[in-house]
């Protein structure tokens, strides 16, 4: 008998080791988290569920420009998940081999924010037409620089900004910095900016979906999240549209 449970317990030693590796360099409790910069303070919740259904995970978030994301994974970065503002730059993602069956999650869509007391007096998109205007959109290849040509697009002009940012949290900093009258972000974004900013709807602006893409097993749990009914009632608290 008491061979016997020596025989057990070196299978256990042998065995548990294996059962906590859902992929080669991290375990399931620890994950990256890819993400569009216009979900920075919505993930920080997001994150809090997860630990907290998940004791001791630890979650790494990095944020930045959808299209760079999914440049970085091309480039070899390793992670567990990829959250992208637009389908489309998901779409390139998949079809590179960085990302496989993504689900959308939620949806946003662009508003036009301008400092407090509206110096530039901008009243529509037509304000980012117009050459010399101290306007700032997000880079073309970005989702919010794409969904900005589809609204200018709309109303039969061409985009003139005096700058264009590298991502929507850069475009919507140019404008409480003071260094521009307007700028094209989500509505999440504007919200978060608080009274520092004043916002104006754009009826002709195209609806953003986000899709999500578990890269690993071990991001699975975290997309199940955002796409269950606990992530999305975060979504919808910070002003995300549902899918």
Same mark, same amino acid.
């Given at each position: 008998?008491?061979?016997?449970?020596? !025989?057990?317990?070196?299978?256990?030693?042998?065995?548990?080791?294996?059962?906590?590796?859902?992929?080669?360099?991290?375990?399931?409790?620890? =994950?990256?988290?890819? /993400?569009?910069?216009?979900?920075?303070?919505?993930?920080?919740?997001?994150? %809090?569920?997860?630990?907290? #259904?998940?004791?001791?995970?630890?979650?790494?978030?990095?944020?930045?420009?959808?299209?760079?994301?999914?440049?970085?994974?091309?480039?070899?970065?390793?992670?567990?998940?990829?959250?992208?503002?637009?389908?489309?730059?998901?779409?390139?993602?998949?079809?590179?081999?960085?990302?496989?069956?993504? $689900?959308?999650? /939620?949806?946003?869509?662009?508003?036009?924010?301008?400092?407090?007391?509206?110096?530039?007096?901008?009243?529509?998109?037509?304000?980012?037409?117009?050459?010399?205007?101290?306007?700032?959109?997000?880079? $073309?290849?970005?989702?919010?620089?794409?969904? #900005?040509?589809? +609204? =200018? #697009?709309?109303?039969?002009?061409?985009?003139?900004?005096?700058?264009? +940012?590298?991502?929507?949290?850069?475009?919507?900093?140019? !404008?409480?910095?003071?260094?521009?009258? *307007? %700028?094209?972000?989500?509505?999440?974004? +504007?919200?978060? %900016?608080?009274?520092? !900013?004043?916002?104006? /709807? =754009?009826?002709?602006?195209?609806?953003?979906?986000?899709? *999500?893409?578990?890269?690993?097993?071990?991001?699975?749990?975290?997309?199940?999240?955002? %796409?269950?009914?606990?992530?999305?009632? =975060?979504?919808?608290?910070?002003?995300?549209?549902?899918?």
């Amino acid at each position: 008998m008491k061979h016997l449970s020596l !025989v057990a317990l070196a299978a256990l030693v042998v065995v548990a080791p294996l059962a906590g590796c859902a992929r080669e360099d991290a375990s399931p409790q620890s =994950i990256r988290v890819l /993400a569009a910069a216009s979900l920075v303070d919505v993930l920080k919740p997001m994150v %809090a569920a997860y630990r907290q #259904a998940n004791p001791g995970a630890k979650v790494q978030v990095d944020t930045g420009a959808s299209s760079a994301l999914v440049q970085k994974l091309r480039s070899g970065a390793k992670a567990d998940v990829l959250i992208t503002a637009d389908e489309a730059t998901m779409s390139k993602a998949v079809a590179g081999g960085v990302a496989r069956d993504p $689900r959308v999650v /939620a949806t946003n869509r662009l508003v036009i924010v301008v400092p407090k007391g509206n110096p530039g007096k901008v009243t529509d998109v037509r304000f980012f037409t117009v050459a010399g205007n101290r306007s700032v959109v997000c880079a $073309r290849e970005v989702p919010c620089g794409a969904a #900005a040509e589809k +609204a =200018i #697009a709309a109303v039969g002009g061409t985009l003139h900004p005096i700058s264009r +940012a590298t991502d929507v949290r850069a475009a919507l900093g140019s !404008v409480t910095s003071g260094e521009a009258d *307007a %700028a094209l972000v989500y509505a999440t974004d +504007a919200a978060s %900016a608080g009274d520092r !900013v004043e916002t104006i /709807a =754009i009826p002709e602006a195209p609806i953003n979906r986000y899709p *999500a893409s578990a890269l690993t097993d071990a991001g699975r749990g975290f997309v199940d999240l955002l %796409a269950g009914p606990n992530g999305q009632r =975060i979504f919808r608290e910070a002003g995300f549209g549902l899918p």
